[in-house]
């Protein structure tokens, strides 16, 4: 049981470039997070998703796409890469019950980007 | 809209002393709380978390917090901190979402120093 894992674990890019950051879970949950961590600011959530084929805006969604295909993926893209994208990505996973808060959500070890 | 503030960005203490790091809260209903831990490099793993019944919950590596509704607070302690505790510490708040799911909010972190 791998939990919550993140491909890659770091990746530079230059200006414009796109990339897909990948999420996999093998905990077979309904939800799933992408989080990212800038210095002095905690987590932020950028989308999530409750289910395979459903997507929804967090709190910084501008320049992010996001896709569930398959329940146990969730994939962030950077179409445009921008220098204020640089940050360390979390994706986060939790089952789906209740559903008021009080889940437990699992966070992956994280992707470092940095972009030039 | 809710928040959590973490006054104390960095905190150095020494082996086996005593140790409580702060955190406040902003929510409008009955708060879920949690603590995550995240040494460097690695993702986040969840401490502890209250979303009811008794206020004072223990969680894993000793750590315990107490959920105090008058003063906003839910501060987390450790009676003798271990060298390995060194990292830094996120609170964060829970609420449903339409959806499906939660959302958490996190606060700005406290990064733990133990000096031998």
């Known amino acids: 049981n791998a939990g919550v894992t993140q491909t890659p674990k770091f990746r530079v890019l230059k200006t414009g470039q796109s990339m897909t950051l990948l999420c996999a879970q093998d905990?077979?949950?309904?939800?799933m997070y992408w989080y990212r961590q800038d210095p002095g600011m905690g987590l932020r959530l950028i989308h999530y998703?409750?289910?395979?084929?459903?997507?929804a805006k967090g709190e910084v969604p501008d320049g992010y796409n996001v896709s569930r295909l398959k329940k146990q993926n969730f994939l962030l893209g950077l179409e445009s890469a921008a220098p204020s994208q640089t940050s360390v990505y979390f994706c986060?996973?939790?089952?789906?019950?209740?559903?008021?808060?009080?889940?437990?959500?699992?966070f992956g070890p994280g992707t470092r980007l940095l972009v030039l | 809209a809710q928040s959590v503030t973490q006054p104390d960005i960095h905190i150095t203490v020494s082996e086996g002393a005593s140790l409580e790091l702060r955190c406040n809260y902003s929510?409008?209903?009955?708060?879920?709380l949690f603590w995550y831990v995240q040494s460097p490099g690695q993702g986040l793993q969840l401490l502890l978390k209250?979303?009811?019944?008794?206020?004072l919950v223990q969680g894993i590596k000793g750590f315990e917090a107490e959920f105090k509704r008058s003063q906003s607070s839910f501060n987390l302690r450790k009676p003798s901190v271990h060298w390995s505790d060194a990292a830094e510490y996120f609170c964060?708040?829970?609420?449903?979402?339409?959806?499906?799911?939660?959302?958490?909010?996190f606060g700005t972190g406290t990064q733990l120093k133990v000096e031998l």
């Open positions: 929510y409008g209903a009955t708060p879920y």
């Open positions: 998703s409750v289910g395979e084929g459903t997507t």
């Open positions: 964060a708040v829970g609420r449903g979402i339409t959806g499906g799911g939660n959302k958490l909010t």
């Open positions: 905990m077979n949950h309904e939800y």
């Open positions: 986060a996973s939790r089952e789906a019950t209740g559903g008021r808060g009080q889940e437990t959500q699992y």
């Open positions: 209250y979303f009811s019944g008794d206020t």
